[in-house]
């Protein structure tokens, strides 16, 4: 005697080209070195004694800060290139469709979704609107503002004359009114930075247990599988 | 025909080797080579002194107090030769109505072709009234002066930013010399700091002589000869900052080995000046190097930016002043809490509904 099982049906779709992979994880580490060493900068570590020669600790910290900064900004540079090279997912971070109407229903209807009003989420392969938006304003322009700002204060340290003096602080400090402001506003753009952290880190765990997509192994594998046949949401 | 400056210095009793040298090092301050040295011999010999009038609006007479220390060799005796300092009210022997003919005898006689220095800025509320001279506002004086002149240096952060008379609230709106509105648009120099450097100060007016025009100025006008570093890029202490040696308080053992300031609020890295290179009275010492941390006074609204000893700017509209990492660390806090409680509620909601489910 043999148990008839119905074939379980499980779509799954490419999302996350490779690209947007590597990208992905090499831009959290050095977001998080950045954080890490950019907060130590701003609020040094308790004053070590001894030799100043034999001693390099805060040239460190800042060393690591310049460089994860460089990894970050050259990441950025190649995830824009792969908006315009790679799979229509890969754009949807930087062009949210906010001239469509449903965009906007939708993100009512996600925020129910969060608000625990409704009780199921919609279905998408995608990021959902209100995630979308999310990456959007806090992610994608804070990065780039504190890029921008960033190279401005590093131009000063490599003086009048160099590219980051030339392309960023020549005209970021100015309109900033001066230097000591540049720096606040890069203080408070971590901030934002952190929130966003706390907020995307949470989102992905609670999608992934709450609704009914995979979330947190589709970053590693770039395939999004479903829990249900629905039809897709965001199949425009 | 006015006398040139070799003519003044001379008849001051000044060597041919004192005013040689007087070249050299003139030549050395403005970063210029040894061989700048004959050519401002040449200009101070053959040239004729350029004609300045040196107005006072609202200000404390600290520009003048430190332009009068300069070192430099025979800068304190010569510098106000050089320059045919036609008015300056605090220093000039005429008083009353005479002095205030000499200003449109000036006027008169070298119409486009003086520089007019500026100390002090003019306000501009209540018709300007908060600052008169000679029973009228500043502001007219300032703007005649500015029809006819060649040149505006602005001395101070009072000329350059606005300084102490233009911080918040700035009742009397005391307006930095390039915000005056209607002021005729002549090139402006600004020479900020609260005082600038004796010796910077001297330069600037040097070099004017010598070349006849502005040394290269950055985007906010300011000759970048002398603002184009931070005082941290030059700073002695420096070494101490990348080792991590700190001072954590005025009186510690780090404070006592000369350790850097930066954790006292020292804006050394974010005011741009010359202090920790040409530093003040002929060289002896400088902020830092007395062991107190720069407060940045020779940049942009210094007054407005929260304590003196606090790198960060206060931030207003947080009811009592706040800085961006306290506003930031509390959203944090705020943003992670309400994540954690969201997760609680989530879970909550899900065992039910699975309950449901069954």
């Known amino acids: ?236 | 025909m006015t006398e040139t400056f070799y003519d003044v210095m001379r008849r001051q009793g000044i060597t041919r080797r004192s005013f040689l040298k007087f070249c050299s090092l003139t030549a050395a301050a403005l970063g210029l080579g040894p061989s700048f040295a004959p050519k401002i011999a040449e200009a101070m010999e053959n040239k004729p002194r350029i004609p300045v009038l040196w107005l006072h609006g609202l200000e404390c007479t600290c520009c003048s107090e430190s332009f009068i220390r300069s070192a430099h060799p025979l800068a304190k005796d010569v510098i106000l030769s050089m320059i045919s300092l036609d008015y300056d009210d605090t220093i000039m022997a005429a008083a009353g109505h005479q002095a205030e003919a000499i200003i449109d005898e000036t006027i008169e006689k070298y119409d486009g072709n003086y520089i007019l220095a500026c100390e002090g800025n003019p306000p501009l509320n209540q018709d300007g009234m908060s600052c008169i001279i000679a029973g009228k506002p500043y502001l007219e004086q300032l703007k005649k002066a500015a029809d006819h002149c060649k040149a505006i240096i602005s001395w101070g952060s009072c000329a350059s930013w606005g300084c102490v008379q233009a911080a918040r609230p700035n009742p009397t709106q005391a307006t930095p010399i390039h915000k005056v509105p209607g002021l005729a648009p002549k090139p402006i120099i600004k020479v900020p700091g609260c005082p600038p450097i004796a010796e910077v100060m001297t330069a600037v007016i040097t070099y004017i002589l010598t070349f006849e025009r502005f040394p290269e100025l950055d985007r906010q006008g300011r000759p970048k000869m002398f603002y184009s570093q931070r005082i941290h890029d030059k700073c002695y202490r420096r070494p101490h900052f990348d080792a991590g040696q700190f001072v954590e308080a005025f009186d510690d053992e780090g404070a006592r080995k000369g350790y850097c300031l930066y954790k006292v609020g020292c804006k050394g890295p974010t005011t741009y000046n010359a202090c920790s290179t040409v530093r003040w009275n002929g060289g002896l010492s400088f902020p830092i190097q007395s062991g107190h941390p720069c407060f940045g006074c020779s940049e942009d609204g210094f007054w407005d930016k929260g304590s003196f000893y606090d790198r960060l700017t206060d931030i207003h509209g947080f009811g009592i002043e706040a800085n961006a990492d306290k506003i930031g660390g509390t959203a944090a806090v705020v943003v992670g809490a309400a994540a954690a409680a969201h997760a609680g509620i989530s879970a909550i909601k899900r065992a039910r509904y699975k309950g449901g489910d069954e």
């Open chain 1, 1 to 236: 005697m043999t148990v008839e099982t119905t074939a379980h049906k499980e779509e799954a779709v490419y999302v996350y080209e490779a690209p947007v992979r590597i990208w992905h994880w090499v831009n959290a580490l050095a977001i998080l070195v950045l954080g890490v060493t950019g907060y130590l900068i701003g609020s040094p570590l308790p004053s070590i004694h001894g030799e100043p020669s034999f001693h390099f600790l805060f040239g460190w910290i800042r060393f690591l800060h310049f460089t994860a900064g460089y990894i970050l900004a050259v990441g950025i540079l190649l995830r824009i290139y792969w908006a315009f090279v790679g799979n229509k997912h890969a754009r949807q971070i930087f062009l949210p469709p906010v001239w469509r109407g449903s965009f906007w229903k939708e993100l009512v209807h996600e925020v129910k979704w969060y608000a625990m009003i409704t009780r199921a989420p919609m279905k998408y392969a995608g990021h959902n609107p209100l995630a979308t938006i999310v990456m959007h304003v806090m992610f994608v322009w804070t990065i780039v503002f504190m890029i921008v700002t960033g190279f401005a204060l590093y131009g000063e340290g490599t003086g009048m004359g160099s590219w980051q003096y030339t392309m960023f602080s020549s005209w970021v400090i100015p309109l900033f009114g001066q230097s000591q402001d540049v720096h606040t506003w890069h203080h408070l753009g971590l901030w934002v930075i952190v929130c966003f952290v706390i907020v995307h880190v949470y989102a992905a765990v609670r999608e992934d247990i709450m609704s009914r997509q995979s979330i947190i192994s589709s970053m590693f594998s770039g395939w999004r599988t479903f829990r249900d046949d629905k039809p897709m949401d965001d199949r425009h």
